[in-house]
């Protein structure tokens, strides 16, 4: 039995966790307009990698849009890239730049109370404490200016691991967004940043895990999916959709 909200959320937060462990998934990092995280670059440079994405929209009942990503094996391998009868607009593909990184922190311009965030009175932002590796997932931007950025303090420090950066975002519209990557003083990494990052798989092996191509619904013919796997994929669109209801 647990008794109390705090317990009862504890032990929902030790259950997600051990699913996302069980399932080697990990969370990716999301901000919106005004929020900035606090992060150690785990992947370096020679880790880091850029890989195609297909997108397809789905629609739910409650008028709600999901966009699913899913890993483009290439042209020879992709079951989409191959399907010549499929639609024009999911055969498109789009890079992201993904890393691994340890998110200490997220400072949040909007408060959630649904959460325990602490309001830090002299930037007036809501700090979510994290402390655990999650994955950067990032479009390269206009005109490759994210890509550029890493690229820069790469060359610039000979590594993204040895010291801290703040990554942040502004604005929320499909043109308007900017991501920023502001480098710290250099910094020994603490222990258990290092060993964090143990566990994890290359960034290849859990890409295709994460966002697989045989999902029925993207694509009936490659294969059709048991309902407990579909059921884990709607569990990530509403955790990816910010918890929200998709139904409603
Ligand atoms: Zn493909």
């Known amino acids: 039995m647990f008794k109390g909200l705090a317990k009862i959320k504890e032990n929902n937060e030790q259950i997600q966790n051990m699913r996302n462990e ?22 370096d440079s020679n880790e880091v990698i850029k890989v195609p994405f297909h997108s397809k929209e789905l629609h739910f009942p409650s008028g709600k849009t999901f966009t699913k990503m899913i890993y483009c094996s290439g042209e020879n391998d992709c079951g989409i890239c191959g399907d010549n009868e499929g639609e024009d607009d ?17 400072a949040h311009k909007q408060n959630n109370p ?6 830090d009175s002299e930037t007036g932002k809501y700090i979510e404490t994290v402390n655990k590796p999650m994955l950067l997932m990032t ?4 005109q490759g200016y994210i890509e550029n ?13 040895d010291r801290d950066y703040i990554w942040g975002r502004k604005g929320s519209g499909l043109k ?5 990557l502001t480098p710290e003083d250099k910094s020994k990494i603490p222990g258990v940043v290092l060993s964090s990052k143990e566990k994890l798989k290359p960034l290849e ?9 045989g999902d029925s619904q993207v694509n009936p013919k490659i294969n059709k999916k048991s309902e407990e796997d579909t ?15 998709l139904f409603d």
């Open 176 to 180: 308007d967004t900017l991501y920023s």
């Open 90 to 106: 999911i055969r498109e593909t789009r890079s992201k730049l993904i890393l691994y990184i340890y998110v200490y922190e997220v």
């Open 231 to 245: 059921s884990e994929d709607l569990d990530r669109m509403i955790r990816d959709n910010k918890g929200e209801s």
């Open 139 to 142: 479009g390269r931007g206009n």
């Open 22 to 43: 069980s399932k080697n998934e990990i969370d990716v990092l999301k901000l919106v307009d005004g929020d900035y995280a606090k992060i150690r670059i785990l992947s």
């Open 205 to 213: 092996t859990i890409i295709k895990e994460m966002y697989p191509e």
């Open 114 to 119: 649904d959460k325990d965030w602490k309001k």
């Open 149 to 161: 950025t890493f690229i820069e303090y790469w060359g610039k420090y000979k590594t993204l691991s």
